[in-house]
């Protein structure tokens, strides 16, 4: 049986949340997918060269946005959603970049 995908942290005596387990699962349970949608794209008529190129960058690029993920919920203690969502926003130019991740958090065009 696989991990969820989404998973919670569980809290500690000394306040730390057990972030580490979690998002090794997710990317234990991505890499392990990937072959299989590769498979299944190369099965689809017209779509299926576009598709598998998009998972082998999906596959490049998850590391490092696992890696800001996981940095997200061990500095500011939030739960994998809310740290998920953090580097979202941080990727976004229109939204405020997070501190946690070493950006200004003002937005583009604005003075810090």
Request: negative net charge; aromatic residues 2%; proline residues 9%.
């Amino acid at each position: 049986m696989t991990a969820p995908l989404i998973a919670t942290t569980t809290p500690s005596p000394t306040g730390s949340s057990s972030t580490s387990t979690t998002v090794s699962e997710i990317a234990t349970t991505t890499q392990a997918a990937l072959p299989y949608l590769e498979g299944l794209a190369a099965l689809l008529p017209g779509f299926g060269s576009d598709i598998a190129m998009a998972l082998k960058l999906v596959g490049l690029v998850e590391p490092y946005v696992l890696q800001a993920i996981q940095a997200l919920m061990t500095r500011s203690g939030s739960d994998l959603l809310q740290a998920t969502i953090d580097v979202i926003e941080h990727l976004n130019p229109n939204a405020p970049n997070n501190a946690a991740l070493g950006g200004t958090t003002a937005k583009p065009g604005t003075s810090p």
